[in-house]
């Protein structure tokens, strides 16, 4: 028996109702599913975030903990002893140097820095208490500088000279004709340092004898300068030709002005020995290193970056300005793996850098690494048989 059209038409009727059915069914499934997978997602990266910001306390907490260590070891090497305010200051500053010292010396630089005893100062509070060069740039009347001092001719390359001409290294440390490096301590006496070595060098070189000088005496009895004010190393020469210059062991460093005690000192150059200066050419590099060639020679830098002030080892290559601010003696220059380089004796004591010297990259145009290229000069000094004799005993207070 067939059956009815309307029985027929019944059956496909449920069948699509059916059919339907399973197909808003599946596509709820398929929602949930998003849903399900857009919530996991979500979680996912939330313990993902929760667990890098974990990570990143843990490691704050550790670069944290071994600046504290470092904080610790720095005060006790250097025996620093705060107010429970201050140490916080300085912990403060200690840890923003530690940080600048880690992004620098992770640059794969030329240079090295470290926390050395200067690491809790910052660059203002360093250079109000460890420069003191009060001179102008380079590129000046040498007469106006040095005064009455006999100006004994000016250092240039000759126009027929090659760079070839100079010697290939220059270390007068190596040599014999400089002393250990000093400090300068919270004094802006580095005028006063920077003259002694260019004495100290060519008294040495003249005589046969290195003696170390007084500094304090140029502090005390130098009334031109301005003692832990700022001084300018050509006026010191124009008084070590005047009064001539004691010992450091007989009139040693203070750190501080005080009255004149020459009258009282060993006298280790007598007033006679200092005849006059030479200049160097300004901004003249291959001058200056003919210059140095000869003897050591006071020059002026900018030294108030905090580079300089943290600095280990290497040759310096960072910017660090033109505007004098330091007195220093170069003593030679040389090249490390392709790079040239100017070898500098500072007065920050010899924990600080290589021993308390400075290389300094060599080839800047201009006015040179950090100036030094400025205002190069030094004495001329004469030691005779009669002059040496007369050291023991002579001295112009």
């Known amino acids: 028996m067939q059956p009815s059209a309307a029985a027929a038409d019944g059956s496909k009727t449920a069948a699509g109702e059916g059919g339907k059915f399973e197909t808003d069914l599946q596509r709820s499934w398929r929602q949930q599913q998003r849903a399900c997978a857009v919530v996991l997602t979500v979680v996912v990266l939330m313990g993902l975030s929760a667990f890098g910001a974990w990570r990143l306390q843990v490691a704050n907490m550790a670069a944290g903990s071994g600046v504290a260590a470092e904080f610790e070891a720095f005060t006790t090497r250097f025996g ?61 009347s040498g007469d106006a500088r040095w005064g ?34 000093k400090n300068q301590l919270h004094c802006g006496a580095c005028w006063a340092f920077a003259t002694t070595g260019a004495l100290e060098g060519a008294w040495k070189i003249a005589s046969g004898e290195l003696v170390s000088l007084s500094e304090q005496q140029l502090v005390d009895c130098d009334k031109v300068d301005n003692a832990c004010g700022g001084g300018l190393m050509d006026q010191a020469f124009k008084y070590a030709r005047g009064h001539g210059i004691c010992t450091e062991q007989s009139y040693p460093y203070q750190a501080q002005s005080a009255a004149c005690r020459a009258s009282n000192c060993s006298v280790a150059m007598p007033p006679t020995a200092v005849q006059g200066f030479r200049d160097v050419a300004a901004y003249d590099e291959q001058a200056l290193m003919h210059a140095v060639s000869k003897q050591p020679v006071a020059v002026a830098i900018e030294a108030d970056q905090l580079a300089f002030q943290l600095y280990s080892g290497g040759v310096l290559s960072q910017e660090c300005g033109d505007k004098l601010d330091h007195g220093v003696l170069l003593v030679g220059y040389g090249t490390e793996n392709g790079t040239d380089y100017w070898k500098v004796k500072n007065s920050w004591g010899s924990s600080w850098g290589e021993g308390g010297f400075i290389r300094m990259k060599r080839g800047v145009k201009g006015s040179g690494q950090c100036g030094i290229t400025s205002a190069p000069s030094y004495p001329i000094v004469r030691a005779e048989r009669s002059a040496v004799a007369a050291a023991a005993t002579s001295i112009v207070v």
Do not use: C
């Not at 600048?100 to 360093?126: I, P, Y």
């Not at 000759?158 to 007068?172: G, K, R, Y």
């Open 80 to 140: 620093r002893s705060y107010s429970p305010e201050e140490r916080d200051v300085r912990y403060a500053i200690f840890q923003a140097n530690y940080r600048f010292v880690q992004a620098e010396n992770a640059k794969g630089l030329s240079f090295r820095l470290a926390m050395n005893e200067f690491a809790d100062l910052t660059a203002q509070e360093f250079r109000a208490g460890h420069l003191g060069f009060a001179g102008a740039s380079g590129g000046g």
């Open 148 to 181: 009455e001092l006999p100006h004994l001719g000016t250092d240039r390359l000759n126009a027929t000279a090659a760079p070839t001409d100079l010697p290939i290294a220059v270390d007068w440390p190596a040599q014999g004709a400089v002393t250990t490096p």
